[in-house]
């Protein structure tokens, strides 16, 4: 469909745009279709990735060459990725581009992907570990691409996909929700599951759904699990548009489980859970794109579940309340009081991203609605039509969202609610869709939009400036649907924040508010109070909209003072408002209709001016921006910010006055300008100029531009009296005044003739002469204003530009007498339903608001060709002249020779005509956009002659004289560099259009106001000023002109151009570029380099040129520095080889010989470096291998640099080489692989050639790294010599290399210790294959039958010394301190590339949840060197190890730390690789003769802190090798065994610590097992032979270890870990479908049971047994606080063992309670509410020593109310709770009423309504407690359920409150008449129950804390009147009424004196605030 964007263009361009551009791009996609097949080799694979450029010019350019052709591509470029998986470039690159097209065309095309593919091709590149290397990086660029790839390949998946999807992740899931394997899974199953097949009624949803909710709800505290699980519910809960699942049934339990993501604080409970469980971090970054916000997610489902209808007869015949409505509703009012000011925190955040999506998609669902209504009507809508989402725009998406297009943009909006239209045929509904989604009724509307208003009111004024820019959102986006009832809202808090002057923050948001709110305001009006119904009736739409005009007009009065230099964010605010009124309004006539009055813009005016004689920025003598690359930067003021609006303001001043006013404001302006120099707001002036030139040039040339020029002459004429020889002796002088005013009057004239080339070209004359002596005169800040001057008027000479872009649109709309202007969309369609209803359903078209664009006529482009011939083309002459007399130049003659061609360079653009020799030579093949930015000017070969003249020049000028240079630098790249000045300008002008569109933008849901009476046939988009759109249409016409001229030579056979074909000066002037590069300082070297970079990027064919002389640069060979086109990188190869092998001698002499490095050299060196820094470069070397050996060789000659600088320039190579760098593809890929890896070899051994290279140890450590990036390619006979070299270097003194040489030989033999490598992996993936593998094992088996005894000994001693952390001797921590002070950039660039190789998947896969592995005690390298060490040569390994270890472990473990460390790593490794358990039946295994033995004492002796490394890390590493070789069947159970075998627990004479020894190994052991490994194929956990064998062990031996274990704190813990592990896990397994796993565990799980209820029942003795040995003490009163921990308890003394057996009973039963919520899982709730009643009650009587059971208790507690429950527990809880509650003990009705209050917040929508109102009114029961602090509960626990309750509810607890205060206090006239008193009566006077009467009245106050309803006068008024009564009451009450005033006085003091009188309020304040008589 056409859009603005190109119909819009000059017509000329618009044509050919429509006629050549489709067929252009169509010859593009059948070349690609051709060249392409699956058996394309590296050559073709490289020609069609030539294309990726033109096919993505051709999309931004909105080019349509028909459904077919882009159905055609995107089949194309789907296989080019699929069978790429070889070539990570390709497969980023062009997934990229098939994204964007199944984006922007999906929804015509007729496509049909398979999901296997993609899923299998993640997975591989991302969860298996391969020897292929790829930089963190490139990794990540094609994740993106991938990952976006799959989110819009979803629609296109075959029908039943989602049940194939759902079927192959479900065994994974169900078997434990817990493991590794299931966390992976729902990661694939949220990324590929089609949900929109919902939409077609496909797929069993709602038994899905059922099984979804239980898996969910199993793992608890873990946001990556929430998160996706949000993801996908939220997900499916839009596209279920036929009520295929029954959402009514689970939305409650679905919306309680939401609201935990939510972490606020909680009465005295902490805002965050203490528990926190996260994912492995592999797993995390691949699904980071589907793990969305979590609020946005809750937000999104929460508005697609309103609506439903349940269509079964049983529900059709009760009425009941949509229930998503309802949870929406008691979410607002739950976390309406954290969006007020006073209670915001961390949370704010979360909280304003779930305010915006409920909004948000609130928008979005309504106009998917509205528009499925339009395109009921045959009107012949596009099937592609646009929704607010408008997929087919990317640069014009929505700002507000969350990502959405990545992850729920596999159907469009109107797909989805189209299956939820009302009246649908029933033929079309699925016949198991029961609860259909109806569009929103007009009540319910209403209803969102109030809740959501009400969070919005309260966060503008809030403290987090997110939930303020957030909360400003939304208010517009509801005041475009409910105007009514949100506008007068905005219109209030305007006037208070207007009226409160200290809230300098709510003021600026206020502004921000109401700017947002313009429109609205003025299509809607402002009824004069929010209207809270659908009732129209009321006030008609003229006293509306009066008001409105009325709000407008005192805003932009009133805020005028706002306008302060000072305040600069203030000022903005109030720019904004100025100019999104002005563009809303269209001609002004008279000022009596108009929003604004003269006097206003006068005085605008005047501020203006003054703001700028007040700025004092730091740059000085600029001019406008329109001059890309000029002389100096200038930093602007806050005026031009980015976000600034003060531009478009000034613009729209200008234009939309009246003639007389404009010309009055021309004449002002032009008197300011021209009698002030102020050259530090110089592009401030010249937005001034500009506007005044655009909006009336014919008065802005009489009032300025003329005098101005006449200003120039003078100073000129003048200038020219003074002296003539300008280049001599005679040079005139001038001050620094003069000089200033020259250039600030230059820079004023710039801005003017930017836009009046046709008034400018009356002064022909003058402005000749002008540019003629200023740009000789011999002042660098003239000269450079003089040459930017010229530029700008030669752009508006020979440019087209939109005229009149700020002017009203001609279309005149008249509405009460105010004109207002129309937004139009994107398709030229304009708003406002009157004129929409003439022309049908697709709005009004309308010719004549179409811009006119200047088009350059015959006089303009004679004065530019003049222009170009008096200062280019002779300049150019001169230049060429003075070259051939091969004299001295004189400098100040060039400078302006350089200047003048700068200036005409510049202002010609691409204009000016390319060299001749890029013309494309295949007219009508042309493969480019279309796009042109002005009329041709000069000339074909006049850029020849400028480069040929600026090459010669370059010869002659001094490497001195930088600023010569620097200008002859600028100007080579604006000649060569063709195209990219408009690139930049356009490039430039984005972002502001970005920011003042999002300002300006009228939502699609605006079709409410701009349509009310036609809601049915306008179609809705995002429409903006005429203004705005036309801005964007110039930036695409420049862009379009910088890709047409970029390009221009591409053809469709011949994308890139031949080198051929490249002009010999062109070449020599990027050589030229080089050298500076490479010689000239770092200012030269910049502006060099990005010239350098332009041409390589232009012309690829020259890359390999180019980096020729830089690779030898960086391998300090400085005669091959010249760029040779007959040289390139694979050339140099034997150079830089023998640069390579003399790097250390040439360093080591320069340091002998005491003289620093020449700074000559040190730049060659740093200009090198620049390389790394190229796109250009990266994509050479990794194409290309000849070349990528060639940067490999110079990286390692560098190592002759010793100067400091270009060392750290070295340094950052090596890193980003890291980073960025991977295996080249290329048909010589194995050759030259092993030429690498042999270069490498030699050069570190030092044989061959090589020997006495002297590399240091850090630098042999680089090399060593460089084999590593291309593994894959190496053949087999490399294979073993590389091995053997890795071998040696196992041996290395050098740490690093050490580390290196494990990683690589590790990797180079995955498949040994990794089994299922080769089923991982499909025919294309990069991987050794089997026989280079071979190859390498029997390499390595060699050497170590050769070397093994002498490296493994010296490798023992190596790992001792590699534990610096466990040293212990002084000497030894100093080693260590220096080790670590000394690590350098080689440890950064190892640590990358090891790490990046891994790619993060070795054991653990969480390491820093094993302690001694994060310390570095035990390094999982280590032991898995050994392990395969030990796998290739069993024999000598295990003899070489054998002595060694023994030799260490005869000692305590703890007199020499490291070497026990490292026998332990070698331990795990030997025990880990199987083989020592060989010949497992006889007593000939090394097992059996002494490694079994060796390892029993080790677990037996372990010290304390050895524990954890034998118990984490060596048994487990152990069991893991086992099972991933599949072993753990055979040989895991004699590990088990030993390790278990010690003294028998129930031994008299067993110690704690054995104990604790015991527990640990069967822990950690039991983890291992039972878990998974990471990265493995996955498969479903099950429960073998072993699994079930370690459980029932635990299990037996767990009562003795209760028994034994629980006299000291940490053998407690562990106990109590242990004993929740293997509940857990039984539990877990019985409640799953693992296989094999219930019907094995049913005798085991009811072990379990019996366990714990004898657990139970001895805790409740025991705090039985407490209770009644001090029940006298407790009916006296002794008690002690609730948080006193033990302070004033009971005197108890545990004097006996029955006493002290109890105490540590109560301790363990609270250590296990939170070791179960430490699990994470629900599958234990039921044992975390069991205990509950008697914990709380065991704080009242643990003895005061005992303060071990009381932290116990207390952290039992304080964990246990964050532990989310299911249905089925909350009513357990409550009635546990409800018991406590009616404890005698006053301490266990505290802790309960504590944790009611936590227990109710997070279940109340569990809850419901009968739930809520029995804590109501058990809390209300306790208002009268006796206990003053569980009255102060009771009271703050009824304010927050009150909350939540409906109306009638409230009404009825509040009317219940006041009866029993008029009861208690009645009033004194009732009490005078009261002549007896009886036993009620002196009930009523208890302290207890008038204290509780007045506490509930606290609790009414404080349940509206920032409203003021209709009964809270009463209730106010009552506390007044108690305000003399004693003691707790006065106190009290004086409380309740300072917390009203605290939270009322800041946000809603109108509303409170509206609510309240003068009387009341001073009652309120008198007895909130007592009087001080100390003034």
């Not at 704010?348 to 979005?364: G, I, Q, V, W």
């Not at 203006?608 to 700025?615: A, G, K, P």
């Not at 078209?845 to 811009?851: C, R």
């Not at 029995?1814 to 009150?1842: F, H, N, Q, W, Y």
């Amino acid at each position: 469909m056409p859009c603005i964007w190109n119909d819009w263009l000059p017509k000329a361009i618009s044509d050919e745009i429509n006629h050549e551009e489709p067929k252009r791009f169509a010859r593009l996609i059948d070349q690609i279709c051709i060249e392409w097949s699956p058996e394309a080799d590296a050559e073709q694979v490289n020609k069609i990735l030539a294309y990726v450029p033109l096919i993505r010019a051709m999309l931004d350019a909105k080019a349509d060459p028909g459904v077919a052709y882009m159905q055609k591509l995107a089949e194309t470029l789907f296989d080019i990725v699929l069978c790429s998986e070889d070539d990570l470039t390709v497969q980023a690159r062009w997934g990229g581009i098939l994204h964007r097209i199944l984006r922007s065309h999906g929804k015509k095309m007729d496509l049909k992907i398979s999901w296997k593919p993609l899923y299998s091709m993640l997975r591989r590149h991302h969860l298996v570990c391969s020897c292929n290397y790829e930089g963190a990086g490139v990794v990540e660029a094609r994740r993106q691409a991938l990952v976006h790839l799959v989110h819009q390949s979803r629609r296109f998946f075959h029908p039943e996909t989602a049940r194939e999807v759902w079927e192959h992740f479900r065994p994974l899931l169900v078997s434990d929700p817990h493991s590794p394997e299931a966390m992976e899974s729902i990661g694939w199953l949220c990324m590929m599951l089609p949900t929109q097949e919902a939409t077609k009624g496909q797929g069993d949803w709602a038994a899905w759904m059922t099984e979804w909710m239980d898996i969910w709800g199993q793992r608890v505290h873990n946001q990556t699990w929430q998160s996706l699980w949000f993801s996908l519910i939220a997900r499916l809960a839009k596209h279920d548009v036929h009520g295929l699942v029954d959402w009514h049934s689970i939305i409650g339990l679905m919306v309680n489980r939401f609201l935990w993501a939510f972490n606020v604080p909680v009465g005295p409970a902490s805002a965050n859970p203490p528990f926190s469980a996260g994912a492995p971090a592999i797993i995390e970054a691949l699904f980071a794109n589907d793990m969305q916000s979590r609020s946005a997610s809750i937000a999104k489902a929460l508005i697609y579940s309103i609506g439903r209808d349940n269509v079964t007869s049983e529900a059709m015949e009760m009425e009941t309340r949509d229930p998503g409505l309802v949870c929406l509703e008691t979410a607002v009012a739950m976390f309406e009081q954290y969006y007020h000011p006073s209670n915001g925190g961390k949370w704010s955040s979360s909280l304003a991203m779930f305010m915006r999506e409920l909004a948000f998609h609130l928008c979005r669902r309504l106009v998917a609605e509205h528009s499925v209504l339009v395109s009921s009507f045959d009107i012949g809508m596009d099937s592609g039509g646009e929704s607010e989402e408008e997929p087919s725009d990317e640069e014009d998406d929505e700002s507000v969202g969350t990502a959405e297009d990545g992850v729920d943009s596999s159907v469009t909006d109107e797909d989805i609610a189209a299956g939820g239209m009302d009246g649908m045929e029933s033929s079309s509904k699925p016949l198991n869709g029961k609860f259909p989604r109806r569009h929103l009724a007009a009540e319910t509307r209403m209803a969102i939009v109030k809740l959501v208003m009400r969070l919005a009111l309260k966060g503008q004024s809030g403290k987090d400036s997110i939930m303020r820019r957030y909360s400003s959102q939304v208010l517009c986006m509801l005041a475009n649907i409910e105007p009514r009832v949100v506008l007068p809202e905005v219109e209030r808090h305007f006037v208070t924040a207007l009226e409160t002057i200290t809230a300098a923050k709510q003021y600026g948001n206020a502004i921000q508010t109401l700017s947002l709110c313009v429109r609205p305001m003025l299509l809607a009006g402002i009824p004069p109070h929010p209207v809270d119904s659908m009732d129209v009736e009321g006030e008609s739409d003229a006293v509306r909209r009066l008001n409105a005009i009325q709000c407008i007009r005192t805003a932009l009065t009133s805020t005028l003072p706002g306008i302060d230099a000072n305040d600069p964010p203030k000022s903005l605010a109030v720019f904004r408002l100025y100019c999104c009124v002005l563009s809303c309004v269209g001609a002004v006539d008279n000022f009596h209709t108009c929003l604004y009055s003269e006097e206003w813009v006068v005085d605008l005016l005047a501020r203006i001016f003054t703001v700028l004689s007040n700025l004092d920025s730091p740059g000085s003598g600029g001019e406008h921006n329109s001059h890309p690359g000029s002389q100096q930067e200038e930093e602007a003021s806050f005026l031009l910010d980015g976000n600034s609006m003060f531009r478009p303001l000034i613009e729209l001043l200008f234009a939309r006055v009246d003639k007389d006013l404009r010309k009055r404001l021309v004449r002002q302006t032009s008197e300011y300008l021209l009698g002030n120099t102020f050259s530090s707001v110089a592009p401030e002036a010249a937005i001034l100029c500009n506007s005044m030139a655009w909006a009336d040039p014919e008065e802005t040339e009489k009032y300025i531009l003329a005098p101005l020029i006449s200003k120039l002459l003078e100073e000129c004429d003048a200038i020219k009296q003074g002296g003539q020889d300008f280049f001599g002796a005679s040079v005139p002088r001038l001050s620094k005044v003069q000089e200033t005013t020259l250039a600030w009057r230059l820079g004023l004239m710039s801005s003017l003739v930017y836009h009046m080339g046709q008034q400018a070209s009356v002064h022909e004359k003058d402005i000749n002469c002008i540019f003629s002596v200023l740009l000789r005169f011999p002042s660098p800040s003239v000269q450079n204003a003089a040459s930017r001057c010229l530029s700008s008027l030669l752009i508006g000479l020979v440019s087209f530009y939109p005229l009149h872009q700020y002017a009203p649109a001609p279309i005149k709309l008249e509405q009460d007498g105010l004109c207002l202007e129309p937004f139009v969309d994107k398709f030229g369609e304009w708003d406002l339903s009157q004129h929409s209803k003439i022309n049908g359903f697709h709005g009004w078209k309308d010719s004549s608001a179409l811009p006119v664009w200047h088009e350059p006529c015959q006089s303009e482009v004679s004065l530019a060709e003049q222009i170009l011939a008096t200062f280019l083309q002779k300049p150019t002459d001169r230049l060429r002249e003075l070259v051939s007399q091969g004299q001295p130049i004189n400098k100040q003659e060039v400078r302006y020779l350089l200047n003048s061609i700068e200036g005409v360079i510049e202002g010609a653009r691409s204009c000016l005509p390319d060299f001749e020799e890029f013309r494309n030579p295949e007219r009508g093949y042309e493969a480019t956009i279309v796009g042109k930015s002005g009329v041709t000017i000069g000339h074909d070969g006049i850029r020849s002659q400028v480069t040929e003249a600026l090459v010669s020049l370059a010869k002659l000028v001094d490497m001195s004289d930088v600023e010569t240079l620097t200008i002859l630098l600028r100007l080579l790249d604006s000649v060569l560099s063709v195209g990219s000045a408009e690139y930049h300008s356009s490039d430039s002008s984005a972002s502001a259009w970005a920011s003042d569109d999002r300002w300006l933008q009228q939502p699609a849901v605006a079709g409410f106001l701009t349509s009310p009476e036609c809601a049915g046939d306008l179609i809705w988009r995002r429409r903006r000023p005429r203004w705005v759109a036309i801005e964007k249409v110039y930036m695409n016409l420049e862009w379009r002109a910088s890709q047409a001229a970029y390009r221009d030579f591409a053809s469709i056979s011949n994308p890139w151009i031949s080198i051929k074909r490249i002009p010999k000066i062109y070449t020599d002037a990027v050589g030229l570029s080089l050298h500076y590069v490479l010689k000239g300082g770092s200012s030269l070297r910049d502006l060099a380099g990005s010239l350098v970079e332009r041409a390589a990027k232009r012309f690829p064919r020259l890359t390999e040129y180019i980096y020729a002389p830089l690779c030898s640069s960086l391998a300090k060979v400085p005669h091959q520095i010249q760029l040779d086109l007959s040289v390139t990188c694979s050339d140099l190869i034997p150079v830089l080889l023998q640069a390579a092998k003399d790097s250390a001698s040439r360093a080591a002499e320069a340091v002998a010989s005491g003289v620093p490095e020449s700074e000559e050299d040190q730049s060659m060196g740093i200009g090198a470096t620049t390389l790394m820094r190229w796109v250009s470069g990266w994509r050479y070397f990794t194409r290309n291998y000849h070349g990528f050996r060639a940067l490999i060789l110079s990286m390692i000659a560098s190592f002759s640099y010793t100067g400091p600088e270009v060392q750290v320039s070295m340094a950052m190579t090596q890193v980003m080489f890291a980073l960025r760098s991977m295996r080249p593809s290329g048909a010589e890929s194995s050759d030259v692989a092993d030429q690498i890896c042999l270069d490498c070899i030699r050069l570190v051994q030092g044989c061959g050639d090589c020997r006495g290279s002297g590399l240091s140890g850090r630098q042999e450590t680089i090399v060593t790294l460089f084999p590593l990036f291309i593994l894959p390619d190496i053949t087999a006979g490399l294979s073993k010599e590389l091995i053997v070299f890795y071998g040696q270097q196992l041996a290395s003194d050098t740490p690093l290399s050490r580390k290196v040489a494990m990683v690589a030989i590790v990797v180079m033999l995955l498949p040994l210790w990794r089994p299922y490598y080769d089923e991982s992996f499909s025919g294309k993936t990069p991987k050794m294959e089997n026989h280079i593998v071979r190859a390498g094992e029997e390499g390595l088996k060699k050497f170590l039958d050769e070397q093994g005894e002498i490296i493994l000994s010296k490798l023992v001693q190596m790992l001792s010394l590699s534990h610096h952390a466990m040293a212990t001797l002084a000497e030894d921590e100093r080693d260590r301190r220096m080790r670590i002070i000394s690590g350098t950039k080689e440890d950064t660039v190892v640590t990358a590339v090891l790490s990046t190789l891994l790619k993060g998947l070795e054991w653990p896969s969480t390491p820093s949840a094993f302690k001694d592995i994060a310390k570095g005690n035990f390094t999982v390298r280590h032991a898995r060197i050994v392990q395969v060490l030990a796998q290739v040569n069993p024999s000598i390994v295990i003899k070489s190890l054998k002595d060694p270890i023994e030799s260490i472990l005869s000692k305590p473990q703890d007199y020499d730390k490291p070497a026990t460390a490292a026998a332990a790593e070698i331990c795990a490794g030997l025990l880990a690789s199987g083989v020592v358990f060989d010949a497992a039946g006889s007593t000939q295994s090394p097992w059996n003769q002494w490694l079994g033995k060796l390892v029993f004492q080790a677990l037996e002796n372990a010290p304390f802190d050895f524990l954890n490394i034998w118990g984490d890390c060596v048994l487990r590493f152990a069991v893991n090798g086992l099972k991933e070789k599949g072993m753990d069947m055979e040989y895991v159970p004699l590990i088990l065994e030993t390790a278990l075998t010690q003294r028998s627990i129930s031994s008299s004479i067993i110690s704690v610590s054995d104990v604790h020894k015991r527990v640990i190994y069967l822990t950690e052991l039991l983890q291992e097992v039972i878990g998974d490994c990471l990265g493995q194929a996955p498969k479903p956990v099950s429960v073998g032979q072993i699994e079930e064998s370690i459980l029932i062990n635990c299990l037996d031996e767990l009562p003795s270890l209760i028994d034994k274990g629980c006299e000291t704190d940490i053998s407690r813990q562990a106990v109590a870990g242990l004993a929740a592990d293997v509940c857990t896990i039984i539990l877990t397994t019985c409640a799953s479908k693992c296989p094999g796993g219930a019907e094995k565990m049913i005798a085991l799980e009811s072990r379990v049971h019996s366990m714990l209820d004898e657990l139970y029942y001895r805790f409740d003795l025991a705090v039985d047994y407490f209770f009644n040995q001090n029940k006298d003490k407790l009916s006296k009163g002794t008690s002690k606080s609730v948080s006193s921990g033990g302070k004033d308890s009971i005197d108890t003394h545990p004097r006996t063992l029955e006493e002290r057996k109890a105490l540590s009973h109560i301790a363990f039963v609270c250590e296990l309670t939170y070791q179960f919520l430490a699990s994470a899982s629900s599958i234990v709730t039921t044992f975390l509410i069991r205990p509950m009643n008697s914990i709380m009650r065991s704080l009242e009587l643990i003895p005061s020593e005992s303060q071990f059971v009381a932290s116990a208790a207390q952290l039992a507690l304080r964990t246990l109310k964050y532990q989310p429950l299911e249905p089925e527990s909350v009513a357990h809880s409550l009635q546990s709770l409800l018991k406590s509650l009616q404890s005698t003990l006053w301490t266990e009705r505290a802790v309960a009423l504590q944790f009611m209050q936590y227990f109710w917040f997070r279940n109340a929508i569990l809850l419901g309504e009968e739930g809520s109102q029995t804590v109501l009114r058990e809390a209300m029961r306790l208002l009268e407690d006796p206990k003053l602090e569980v009255r102060d509960m009771a009271c703050a626990t009824v304010s927050g359920v009150i909350r939540i309750m409906t109306p009638a509810s409230q009404r009825e607890c509040r009317n219940l409150i006041i009866s029993r205060s008029q009861e208690v206090f009645p009033d004194r006239k009732r009490r005078r008449r009261t002549d007896g008193r009886s036993s009620s009566d002196e009930l009523i006077d208890s302290t207890a129950v008038r204290h509780g009467a007045v506490l509930g009245l606290k609790a009414l106050v404080i349940s509206s804390p920032y409203d003021v309803p209709e009964w809270l006068p009463e209730v106010l008024m009552s506390l007044v009147r108690l305000a003399s009564e004693p003691a707790p009451v006065r106190s009290t009450v004086r409380e309740s009424l300072s917390e009203f005033r605290r939270t009322h006085e800041e946000g809603g003091l109108l509303a409170i004196k509206d609510a309240i009188s003068a009387e009341h309020w001073e009652a309120i304040r008198d007895v909130a605030t007592p009087a001080n008589y100390f003034v």
